[in-house]
Structures are given as structure tokens and as C-alpha cells.
């Protein structure tokens, strides 16, 4: 039953992250697409607000339910290969994400504040708002081959 509760966390992290990253990317080009800065601001906003909610929450549920279940179920996060690939993967989606598209958000953010004032969305919001989409991309790729993982244990 224990086990079976850690799994459940585990699997509601794994929607709430892998859906708010597939999500946001859609109705984040549609806001763009508006070319309307106080659409544009509002949809800069709410991937902020979006990934206190949603990532931040799948990431933690993703973990404790995961390396709970594991612990539970007798399992060596350190020597079965299918638990070390699934740490590996989900590590490097972190690293993009840390490192690429947080960046990223933080300066379209910034820019975005200023929308209002002047009425105006600089050309490089939208060169980095492309940028957010392709490394977005990459960055699911691991999580997807994260899963094929652990629905396989193994590749
Ligand atoms: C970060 C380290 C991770 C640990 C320690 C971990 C641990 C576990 C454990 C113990 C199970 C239960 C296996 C079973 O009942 O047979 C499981 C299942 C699962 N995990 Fe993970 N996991 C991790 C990362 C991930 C990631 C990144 C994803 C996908 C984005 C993922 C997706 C899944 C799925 C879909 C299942 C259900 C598989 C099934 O029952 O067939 N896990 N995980």
C-alpha cells in the first residue's frame, strides 16, 4: 500500500511536470503570436507562475514518490541500470532547464515588465522567445526517454 502511494506521487509528478512543459509551450507561441505587448506580458508572467506551480510541485513529487517507491520496493537507485538511466535523464533535463531556459524566462521577464511603460515588444524578446521554444524541445526529450525507461526498465 505504502508502495503504492509513492508510485501514485511519483506518476503525479511525472504529468504535472511533462504537462506543464508541453502546455505552456503551446499557449506560450500563441501569446506571442498576438504581437500584443499586454497579451505577450501576461503569458511571460504566467510561465512564472506556472512553473511555481506546476514544475516546481511535479519535480518534488517526482523525486519523493520515486525514490520512495524505491526504497519500498527493495531497489538500488545507485546499481539497477534502469533507475541510473532515469536519474541520468532527468539530471540532464534539469541541467538544460537550470541552465538554458530559466535564464531565458528570467530575461524575457524582465523585458516584459517594461511592455506596459512603453507599449513596444523588442525584437529580441522574440529571438529569445524562440530560443525558449527549441531548448523547451531538447530539454523533454530526456524526460520522454525517462519514461520509455521506466516503463521498460531498461532501453
Ligand atoms: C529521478 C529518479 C527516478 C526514480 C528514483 C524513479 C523511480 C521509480 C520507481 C521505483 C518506479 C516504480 C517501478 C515499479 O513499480 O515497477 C517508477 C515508475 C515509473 N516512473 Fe520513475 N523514477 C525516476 C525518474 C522518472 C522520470 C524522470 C520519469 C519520466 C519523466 C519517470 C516515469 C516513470 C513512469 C511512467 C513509471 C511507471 C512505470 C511502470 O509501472 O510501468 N520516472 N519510477
Redesign the pocket.
Known sequence: MAYDIF?LL??LG?VL??GNVTVTSIWKLYADGTRDPAVIGFAQRLVTITDWFFTLWGILL??VG??G??WL?G?D?LRDAW?VW??A??VLAGIIWLGVLVPIQIRQARMARGFAAVGVVPRDYYRLGRLWIAWGVVATVP?LA??WV??RKGW
Request: no cysteine; hydrophobic share 70%; charged share 10%.
Open positions: 508510485k511519483h506518476l511525472v511536470l511533462l517526482l523525486v520515486g525514490y517507491a524505491a520496493g531497489m537507485p533507475l532515469a536519474e535523464l532527468f524526460l525517462a519514461m521506466m516503463l
